[in-house]
């Protein structure tokens, strides 16, 4: 519990020994402080003897008097060149102010030891850390850097414990030239730099040199603090490299790859992360240019969901140069909006979920964005990309699965579009001729904010639902009021309308809005019938509802009834008004037989379709399929069918050898209905259907043919 003062005034040596407990060359205990110091600008050495053996628990102080030099005269110790059995333990603080500094052999890492909770404290302008074995829990502080930083020094990928610096009187930029290879096996903090530019990695002279450091835990910048990671020497560019095993977190100051000297860089500087990449305050970016596309990198190489929250929204330079690259299976989190030059997957992929925040590309280049797919695509935000040429622009998003969008730009000005996916029907479907149905699964949001008009292509993943074969499918969009087809003049279509693959191009669009699949009737029907079905309600009466898509154009519908199924006549008309789609009739003459409904559908300018057959029972029991649409299946069809009861079938479906392949339960209810049916697992070939009741009652079969 004592501080001890030992100086002198001239050039003076004193030289311990003691091989150890109790005979220790030198012992400060804990809560104790030795102080060495001189009272002129003369060297006084603290010499330790071959065999001797050092324990500092407490605080060893070295100091000087304020005339100080950069020369070497002051306050030092020296250890011993060669001594297989000299050890030193620092457990305490090693305090190098003013003038301290220190005399250590090249091979001192095997008896020099800073152990858990020791501190080099260097307080003083320039001169170097000692070779040494640094445990984990150490650490080196720096606090009086003015125009030098000191040195770390150290054998070939060496480790060191805790890396702080932290000087306030730092008075111009330092290029710290940090040893290649080094780890720092703690935290790394950059708390002060006296608004100085820091360069960890400085210029490095000869070939295969390349600095790459490794901060086993976080790398944090605070206070009015400036780190360059990247050489800032013109004469020498080389490629440097900061692995961040932890967090990477910015609280104030400036971060910067390469500095303003690199005026064409051509060598790469990445920083990599596996933690949390955080800002709260302070920038970050690249001073330097360069001159290839991929040289300056930050990289999220975690093994977790890493959360990516940057204040100031960006990492990119002037140029546009940066690169955020994802290597990480588990993925990213974007906390709040975030720009960079350019983005890509690599390795181990993953999908960066943006919680409604923007992700910005911001080169032109049409290869800015690389490396997307399956597992790696932006999820829950949009995506942000500059244009500066008339290519093709893919946007990577997607939500529970990669759904992309690509944008191309009519000419070459320089645009701003944004697209965000959404994996669930738009608020509205109502839909425009000729438009009758658009996508109810997915949708995108396209939104140019300036420049160029574009064109969309959007890409199927799965048929549209409810399209049939007959129908084709096109980009759609939504105009404010309804659903309207893109497809223009130059834009393309797909069929058949129920294809589960293929891609669709809008034409040139100035407005982009929500965008999604559209699907056009592929029958040149002026009146699409969508639904029609029938019902007994009495023993007299019988009622009959359908429904007509949007495109439609009807003028009036002519009931027809039948009592073999073959005969018709005229037994009422419906007429229809604008914008109507769902109509009925009662007809109160139901035949005591059975009954058969048909459409007589006739359109504004003339035009005559006919509907299919409704089967309505009267007092006998019985069951109808109707119809089959369509027979030329892709993936699903739907049968029409007519019951006089409550009932429950098994609908067969049997091959050409008469072997039944799949089987379908269904309960009806009394009058008509569509059963749909999925055909997708079944091989190309020719079926039919067929339907059995519980009592074994079949029905006659329907022939189809698997595509």
Same mark, same amino acid.
């Given at each position: 519990?004592?501080s ?9 040596t004193?030289?311990a020994?003691?091989n150890?407990s109790?005979?220790?060359? =030198?012992r ?6 030795l102080?060495?110091?001189v /009272?002129a600008?003369?060297a006084f050495?603290?010499?330790? /003897? ?10 060893w ?9 950069l ?7 020296t ?13 305490g ?5 003013n003038?301290?500094?220190m ?7 095997n008896?020099?030891?800073?152990n !858990? ?26 606090t ?24 306030a009187?730092m ?5 710290w030239?940090l040893?290649?290879?080094m780890?720092?096996?703690?935290n ?7 608004n100085?530019?820091?360069? =960890? ?8 040199v390349?600095p ?9 910048i605070s206070?009015? /603090?400036?780190?360059? =990671? ?11 490299s ?12 400036? $971060?910067? =790859? ?9 060598q ?15 920038t ?8 290839g ?7 999220l ?8 929250d940057?204040v100031s929204?960006?990492?990119d ?19 709040k ?6 983005l890509?997957?690599?390795g ?6 943006a ?6 590309v911001?080169n032109?280049?049409?290869?800015s964005?690389?490396g997307a ?8 935000g ?12 893919s ?19 320089a645009?701003?579009y ?7 029907s ?6 425009s ?19 160029s ?7 199927l993943?799965?048929a549209?639902?409810?399209a ?7 980009v759609?969009? $939504? ?9 223009g ?6 069929t058949?309308?129920n ?23 592929g ?11 029938g019902k ?9 509802d ?8 009807p003028d009036?519908f002519?009931?027809l ?10 037994v ?6 604008a ?12 035949p ?8 007589r559908?006739?359109?504004?300018q ?13 007092n006998a029991?019985?069951w109808?399929?109707?119809s ?9 069809a739907?049968?029409?069918i ?8 098994r609908?067969a479906v049997?091959?050409?050898y008469g072997?039944?392949?799949q089987?379908?339960?269904t309960?009806?209810? !009394? ?7 999925n055909f ?5 070939g ?5 339907g ?7 029905t006659?079969s ?6």
């Amino acid at each position: 519990g004592v501080s001890a003062k030992i100086y002198t005034s001239a050039i003076t040596t004193i030289t311990a020994s003691g091989n150890g407990s109790p005979n220790y060359a =030198l012992r400060i205990d804990d809560n104790c402080r030795l102080e060495d110091s001189v /009272s002129a600008d003369v060297a006084f050495n603290f010499a330790l /003897s071959n065999g001797s053996r050092t324990l500092i628990d407490g605080t060893w102080y070295f100091g000087g008097h304020n005339s100080v030099t950069l020369s070497s005269n002051g306050p030092f110790f020296t250890l011993p060149s060669s001594s297989p059995t000299y050890r030193m333990d620092v457990n305490g603080s090693l305090i190098m102010g003013n003038k301290g500094w220190m005399s250590t052999p090249p091979n001192s890492t095997n008896f020099l030891y800073f152990n !858990a909770g020791s501190e080099l404290l260097i307080a003083r302008d320039g001169l170097y850390t000692p070779r040494a074995t640094w445990d984990p829990a150490s650490t080196i502080r720096i606090t009086g850097s003015v125009t030098a930083a000191a040195a770390i020094n150290g054998l070939s990928s060496f480790a060191i414990g805790n890396l702080i610096f932290d000087c306030a009187g730092m008075a111009n930029e330092i290029g710290w030239a940090l040893p290649v290879g080094m780890t720092i096996a703690g935290n790394f903090q950059v708390l002060n730099t006296n608004n100085n530019n820091l360069v =960890l990695a400085y210029s490095f002279a000869g070939s295969g040199v390349t600095p790459a450091y490794v901060v086993n835990k976080n790398f944090q910048i605070s206070g009015n /603090s400036w780190v360059t =990671l990247g050489n800032n020497n013109n004469s020498f560019d080389k490629p440097s490299s900061l692995q961040v095993d932890e967090n990477f977190i910015q609280t104030g100051g400036r $971060f910067d =790859l390469r500095g303003l000297a690199i005026t064409a860089a051509t060598q790469p500087t990445e920083l990599k992360i596996k933690g949390s990449f955080t800002q709260t305050a302070g920038t970050f970016g690249c001073a330097s240019e360069a001159t290839g596309a991929n040289l300056f990198v930050v990289e999220l190489n975690g093994g977790a969901p890493q959360n990516v929250d940057i204040v100031s929204n960006t990492i990119d330079n002037s140029t546009n140069q940066v690169k955020l690259r994802l290597n990480n299976v588990n993925g990213a989190i974007l906390l709040k909006p975030l720009s960079a030059g350019r983005l890509e997957w690599t390795g181990s992929n993953g999908i960066i979920t943006a919680n409604g925040n923007d992700l910005t590309v911001n080169n032109p280049d049409a290869g800015s964005v690389s490396g997307a797919g399956s597992n790696a695509f932006v999820a829950g935000g949009a995506v942000v990309r500059k244009t500066a040429s008339n290519v093709a622009y893919s946007f990577p998003v997607g939500g529970t699965a990669y759904r992309p969008c690509v944008v191309t730009p009519e000419d070459a000005t320089a645009s701003e579009y944004s697209a965000r996916y959404y994996p669930t029907s738009y608020s509205s479907t109502a839909t425009s001729t000729p438009l009758y149905k658009v996508s109810t699964s997915e949708y995108w949001n396209i939104s140019k904010a300036s420049g160029s008009n574009a064109a969309v292509t959007l890409s199927l993943a799965a048929a549209v639902p409810g399209a049939f074969g007959p129908d084709k499918v096109v980009v759609a969009h $939504f105009n404010g009021a309804s659903w309207e087809s893109a497809k223009g003049a130059t834009g393309t279509e797909l069929t058949p309308g129920n294809t589960p693959t293929g891609s669709v191009t809008s034409e040139v669009l100035s407005s982009f809005s929500p965008i999604t699949f559209g699907v056009v009737p592929g029958s040149p029907l002026p009146v699409y019938l969508v639904a029609f079905n029938g019902k007994k309600l009495t023993n007299t009466s019988a009622k009959l509802d359908w429904i007509i898509t949007a495109s439609s154009n009807p003028d009036r519908f002519e009931i027809l009834r039948s009592e073999d199924g073959t005969s018709f006549r005229q037994v009422g008309t419906v007429r229809a008004a604008a914008q109507q789609l769902v109509f009925s009739f009662v007809d109160e003459q139901l035949p005591k037989k059975t009954a058969y409904y048909q459409l007589r559908m006739i359109d504004q300018q003339g035009v005559v379709n006919m509907s299919k057959i409704v089967t309505i029972f009267s007092n006998a029991e019985g069951w109808v399929i109707n119809s089959m649409m369509p027979t030329l299946v892709t993936s699903q069809a739907k049968l029409n069918i007519s019951a006089s009861s409550r009932a429950n079938i098994r609908l067969a479906v049997t091959d050409m050898y008469g072997r039944i392949v799949q089987q379908q339960q269904t309960s009806l209810s !009394a009058g008509s209905q569509d059963v749909w049916l999925n055909f997708s697992r079944l091989p190309a070939g020719t079926y039919q259907i067929t339907g059995y009741l519980d009592n074994g009652q079949k029905t006659g079969s329907f022939r189809f043919i698997k595509q």
